[in-house]
């Protein structure tokens, strides 16, 4: 079944305590994304890969790290979590970089930094 | 601010009402999609519009684009409790995939 998945679905933890957020898809896509979604802010862009080695910024960046070592994952890294940082995260890819490719989401990822 | 501003915000209907979902916005997209998402899953795609005017059906939603690509319309007629969910708009401008979201529209329909 064509998918993205994402782990873990629920993370409760603490500000500095660095994790990561992994983001896995088996359709052989090559454009992967981050975003996280806050109530009334809608899904912000938080960083994006055109391809493997290839990344980078999307509208809120800061505070995140990404790495595209593989085509098939894309993990999500929070080197000192602060509690701002609190949110819904979605990992989403698409066949190609281009206007009309729909995105593949997984089913979120959320985060509590105390 | 929000490149996407989507009306209304929350709606509230009957069975069997009809409902319109307005995505507007000063800047010109290449492609408009529209995304429904439901508790606890990631946004499903239901339709890519690229072509200014242009009006797609999926059974009894109906999306329209505008004819200047600046703003979208999700209508569906005679909502049904399935129809629930959170409606998101999102542009693509230029060539490439970088996508905007608007906030959303929360639609519930009742029994």
């Known amino acids: 079944e064509a998918q993205v998945t994402q782990n873990p679905r629920y993370l409760i933890t603490v500000t500095g305590k660095k994790l990561t957020v992994t983001c896995s898809q088996n359709?052989?896509?090559?454009?992967m994304s981050w975003y996280r979604q806050d109530p009334g802010l809608g899904l912000r862009q938080i960083y994006y890969s055109m391809n493997v080695e290839v990344t980078d910024k999307g509208d809120v960046p800061e505070g995140y790290k990404v790495s595209r070592k593989e085509k098939r994952n894309f993990p999500l890294i929070l080197e000192s979590p602060s509690p701002n940082q609190t949110s819904l995260y979605f990992c989403?890819?698409?066949?190609?970089?281009?206007?009309?490719?729909?995105?593949?989401f997984g089913d979120g990822t959320r985060l509590s930094i105390l | 601010t929000q490149l996407l501003e989507q009306s209304p915000q929350f709606l509230s209907i009957q069975e069997g009402e009809n409902l319109t979902v307005y995505c507007n916005s000063s800047s010109v997209f290449s492609s408009l999609q529209w995304y429904r998402q439901e508790p606890g899953e990631g946004p499903v795609l239901l339709v890519t519009v690229v072509t200014g005017g242009e009006v797609k059906k999926l059974k009894r939603l109906t999306f329209q684009f505008g004819d200047a690509r600046k703003d979208s319309s999700l209508h569906i007629t005679a909502a049904q409790p399935g129809d629930t969910g959170l409606y998101l708009c999102?542009?693509?401008?230029?060539?490439?995939?970088?996508?905007?979201f608007g906030a959303g529209t929360q639609v519930v329909v009742t029994p």
């Open positions: 989403a890819s698409s066949l190609r970089d281009r206007y009309k490719e729909p995105q593949h």
């Open positions: 999102a542009g693509a401008e230029g060539s490439w995939g970088k996508l905007q």
């Open positions: 359709m052989n896509h090559e454009y």
